[in-house]
């Protein structure tokens, strides 16, 4: 290149001395020639210039496509993450109640061994009330989201998560023997209840949009099913997260959608769901109890989903089939021993089908009504019993022993098989006070005596409150720290807030066996199955420091 321009230089300079000298034609022929012959010498130099570098490009290409198992190259990212400290401090009231476990294990120690003396009787063994209270629990949760299109209309997105308890790698110092379903680690809530400094894929997906140039989509994988709507008010998210309505599921499970978006009146989308619930393996083996896997099956309608009007609706209907009376599970409870308790980690029997429906309205008022935001949610559920479990045993009759022993079933007691309805209402709202950088939120929520739903993977510390057959209300404020964000996600925030729960009757969360009325917990036909005690009362006070990066 340097000696091209040289010889275009010369040339220009050139040009006025030969004008000046008036040349004769020879000459002007031999300097013609000259210049040619260094321009072509000029281009030859540059061809191979060209070669190399097209070589070095192939080379290049060539090791990229051994390293990167044929592609040259990648667009996988991690878009983001976010982290929290939280601070939780809990206290609860337990009522007097007859153990039914103890009196159980008793009564078998006295049979067992000749049954000498007086037998047992359920009078024996009442526990009186207590107050079990944990002032200061600190946790750590690590999240970081990933995605890869890899195609134009397929798009890989995941999640990891790591959630811990400050000085402990395990989950038992938030388990408690008064909430079944908190007791133990299992599939729907491995990644989100606080438990080792492990790093666990909490979602990954892959969605196939824009099917044959329709607005029609598949997506498969482990689903994006917790954290919906309208919890992103009190999580302080940004958009909606997931696609159920929170009342109704909030558990990490697999399957699939098939989905279509629509326009006309108004925006919306319409999903057909399939979930894994429980996969029991090989069948028909020798002394092995035949156990139905657990499968799922649903329809969630968007209503209305407008952004332009700051309205959202949403519908969800699905059927949970062949509810087994516990699914593989890791008990990490320090109190396993607790009144003979003992968390199985197998399923025993298939216990029936469990039948949902809720929804959600939420809805953002406009400036002149302070942009508040406000939602109504509500909820049915039904039990469709067939089943009874082989590990949950107890008494027909807590005070005559002689009626025998019989298994606990979908939301009823040993010699039951009655269906069930259920239902729940949660409301709430969020004001936004932009001089403080803060918002305000207040909500509550009721549940019948046999609502069951599939929460499994709240953030709620202990039980969650959309699972509390009973009363809970919750005030929350938020304040967005004011700091220049140098991310497109950047933003850090503090939330504290506060919950009430007043519960009626004992199992929230939990479909094995039959609600009792915490009133009535004093009566000896009342013994709590398990040996879990009955919470009346549970206030939890928390703090959060959580920066989105």
Same mark, same amino acid.
């Given at each position: 290149?340097?000696?091209?321009?040289?010889?275009?230089?010369?040339?220009?300079?050139?040009?006025?001395?030969?004008?000046?000298?008036?040349?004769?034609?020879?000459?002007?022929?031999?300097?013609?020639?000259?210049?040619?012959?260094?321009?072509?010498?000029?281009?030859?130099?540059?061809?191979?210039?060209?070669?190399?570098?097209?070589?070095?490009?192939?080379?290049?290409?060539?090791?990229?496509?051994?390293?990167?198992?044929?592609?040259?190259?990648?667009?996988?990212?991690?878009?983001?993450?976010? /982290?929290?400290?939280?601070?939780?401090?809990?206290?609860? @009231?337990?009522?007097?109640?007859?153990?039914?476990?103890?009196?159980?294990?008793?009564?078998?120690?006295?049979?067992?061994?000749?049954? #000498?003396?007086?037998?047992?009787?359920?009078?024996?063994?009442?526990?009186?009330?207590?107050?079990?209270?944990?002032?200061?629990?600190?946790?750590?949760?690590?999240?970081? +989201?990933?995605?890869?299109?890899?195609?134009?209309?397929?798009?890989? #997105?995941?999640?990891?998560?790591?959630?811990?308890?400050?000085?402990?790698?395990?989950?038992?110092?938030?388990?408690?023997? /008064?909430?079944?379903?908190?007791?133990?680690?299992?599939?729907?809530?491995?990644?989100?209840?606080?438990?080792?400094?492990?790093?666990?894929?909490?979602?990954?997906?892959?969605?196939?949009?824009?099917?044959?140039?329709?607005?029609?989509?598949?997506?498969?994988?482990?689903?994006?099913?917790?954290?919906?709507?309208?919890?992103?008010? #009190?999580? +302080?998210?940004?958009?909606?997260?997931?696609?159920?309505?929170?009342?109704?599921?909030?558990?990490?499970?697999?399957?699939?959608?098939?989905?279509?978006?629509?326009? +006309?009146?108004?925006?919306?989308?319409?999903?057909?769901?399939?979930?894994?619930?429980?996969?029991?393996?090989?069948?028909?083996?020798?002394?092995?109890?035949?156990?139905?896997?657990?499968?799922?099956?649903? &329809?969630?309608?968007?209503?209305?989903?407008?952004?332009?009007?700051?309205?959202?609706?949403?519908?969800?209907? /699905?059927?949970?089939?062949? &509810?087994?009376?516990?699914?593989?599970?890791?008990?990490?409870?320090?109190?396993?021993?607790?009144?003979?308790?003992?968390?199985?980690?197998?399923?025993?029997?298939?216990?029936?089908?469990?039948? @949902?429906?809720?929804?959600?309205?939420? @809805?953002?008022?406009?400036?002149?009504?302070?942009?508040?935001?406000?939602?109504?949610?509500?909820?049915?559920?039904?039990?469709?019993?067939?089943?009874?479990?082989?590990?949950?045993?107890?008494?027909?009759?807590?005070?005559?022993?002689?009626?025998?022993?019989?298994?606990?079933?979908?939301?009823?007691?040993?010699?039951?098989?009655?269906? @069930? $309805?259920?239902?729940?209402?949660?409301?709430?709202?969020?004001?936004?006070?932009?001089?403080?950088?803060?918002?305000?939120?207040?909500?509550?929520?009721?549940?019948?005596?046999? $609502? &069951?739903?599939?929460?499994?993977?709240?953030?709620?510390?202990?039980?969650?409150?959309?699972?509390?057959?009973?009363?809970?209300?919750?005030?929350?404020?938020?304040?967005?720290?004011?700091?220049?964000?140098?991310?497109?996600?950047?933003?850090?925030?503090?939330?504290?807030?506060?919950?009430?729960?007043?519960?009626?009757?004992?199992?929230?969360?939990?479909?094995?066996?039959?609600? &009792?009325?915490?009133?009535?917990?004093?009566?000896?036909? +009342?013994?709590?199955?398990?040996?879990?005690?009955?919470?009346?009362?549970?206030?939890?006070?928390?703090?959060?420091?959580?920066?989105?990066?």
């Amino acid at each position: 290149m340097k000696k091209l321009l040289v010889g275009i230089m010369v040339l220009v300079m050139l040009i006025p001395a030969m004008v000046l000298a008036s040349p004769t034609p020879e000459e002007l022929m031999k300097k013609i020639d000259a210049l040619n012959a260094e321009l072509a010498k000029v281009k030859s130099e540059l061809e191979n210039v060209q070669t190399k570098q097209q070589e070095t490009s192939q080379t290049v290409e060539k090791v990229s496509q051994k390293v990167g198992g044929g592609l040259a190259k990648t667009n996988f990212s991690f878009d983001g993450g976010d /982290f929290r400290f939280r601070v939780d401090s809990t206290r609860a @009231h337990v009522p007097g109640y007859y153990d039914e476990r103890q009196y159980m294990s008793a009564l078998q120690a006295w049979q067992q061994g000749g049954m #000498k003396g007086p037998m047992p009787t359920i009078n024996q063994f009442y526990q009186r009330s207590y107050s079990p209270k944990n002032d200061d629990l600190y946790t750590t949760r690590l999240r970081l +989201n990933m995605s890869a299109e890899a195609t134009e209309n397929i798009m890989f #997105k995941g999640r990891l998560a790591m959630y811990k308890i400050w000085g402990m790698e395990t989950a038992n110092a938030t388990a408690a023997p /008064f909430f079944a379903s908190n007791g133990y680690l299992w599939d729907p809530n491995i990644s989100r209840r606080p438990n080792d400094n492990t790093v666990r894929v909490e979602m990954a997906y892959v969605n196939w949009t824009n099917i044959g140039g329709y607005p029609i989509w598949f997506s498969v994988g482990r689903r994006p099913t917790v954290d919906g709507p309208p919890l992103q008010l #009190k999580e +302080n998210l940004l958009n909606r997260y997931a696609t159920p309505t929170a009342l109704g599921v909030d558990w990490t499970f697999d399957g699939a959608t098939v989905g279509y978006s629509y326009s +006309n009146p108004f925006p919306g989308k319409i999903r057909i769901c399939y979930g894994r619930g429980y996969q029991t393996g090989f069948q028909d083996v020798p002394y092995q109890q035949k156990i139905d896997n657990v499968d799922l099956y649903g &329809i969630n309608w968007d209503v209305i989903d407008d952004p332009d009007r700051d309205m959202f609706a949403n519908l969800q209907l /699905f059927k949970a089939g062949d &509810i087994p009376d516990t699914m593989e599970n890791i008990s990490t409870s320090p109190v396993n021993a607790y009144n003979n308790l003992v968390m199985f980690g197998k399923p025993s029997n298939n216990l029936g089908d469990i039948y @949902h429906l809720s929804g959600v309205f939420m @809805h953002k008022l406009p400036a002149q009504f302070l942009n508040i935001d406000y939602f109504l949610s509500a909820g049915m559920s039904y039990t469709d019993p067939r089943g009874v479990s082989r590990e949950y045993i107890g008494l027909i009759n807590p005070g005559d022993p002689s009626q025998g022993i019989g298994g606990y079933g979908l939301l009823n007691n040993p010699g039951e098989n009655q269906k @069930h $309805w259920g239902w729940a209402a949660y409301v709430g709202f969020r004001v936004p006070i932009e001089q403080l950088r803060s918002k305000l939120g207040v909500e509550y929520n009721y549940g019948s005596r046999y $609502w &069951i739903n599939f929460t499994p993977a709240s953030d709620d510390l202990y039980l969650s409150k959309l699972a509390t057959r009973g009363h809970v209300g919750e005030i929350y404020w938020i304040w967005d720290i004011p700091d220049t964000p140098l991310s497109k996600l950047g933003r850090a925030f503090i939330r504290a807030g506060y919950q009430y729960y007043w519960i009626n009757y004992t199992g929230s969360g939990n479909w094995v066996g039959k609600p &009792i009325d915490i009133d009535n917990l004093k009566d000896p036909q +009342n013994a709590s199955y398990m040996g879990q005690p009955g919470v009346d009362r549970m206030d939890n006070a928390y703090l959060t420091f959580e920066v989105y990066f």
